[in-house]
């Protein structure tokens, strides 16, 4: 089993803009889906977004200004946000839409995503 990889973070002002993306090409994310989750500090790393057979949702959080889409060509989940604000500042994450087993499957690096005020 293949770990995602993410990439696209950066600094950014707020009301900003950044795309992250995703290779997860194991046949798991196929299956199961890719979600894109926020680790802040001192606070429990949150899903904020998912794309499966099913569709795509966001959460209410960041519902209007991100979204999740994906290119099957090259198994590529790409994370749009927009409007960014201070409270978006974390290390972001792809992995299985469902934590439980994205633990056992393991994280990647994630990617620093820094919002400045």
């Known amino acids: 089993q293949v770990q995602p990889r993410e990439s696209g973070g950066g600094l950014v002002q707020a009301g900003g803009s950044l795309t992250l993306s995703c290779a997860a090409s194991?046949?798991?994310?196929?299956?199961?889906?890719v979600g894109w989750y926020r680790q802040t500090p001192g606070k429990q790393r949150e899903l904020v977004a998912q794309i499966t057979r099913i569709g795509a949702k966001t959460s209410d959080s960041v519902k209007g200004r991100f979204t999740i889409s994906k290119i099957s060509a090259n198994y590529t989940v790409y994370l749009q946000m927009n409007n960014l604000k201070s409270e978006d500042t974390g290390v972001y994450y792809c992995?299985?839409?469902?934590?439980?087993?994205?633990?056992?499957?393991?994280w990647g690096q994630g990617t620093q995503v820094t919002v400045s005020a």
């Open positions: 992995n299985v839409p469902t934590y439980a087993l994205a633990t056992r499957l393991g």
């Open positions: 194991g046949r798991i994310f196929q299956s199961n889906g």
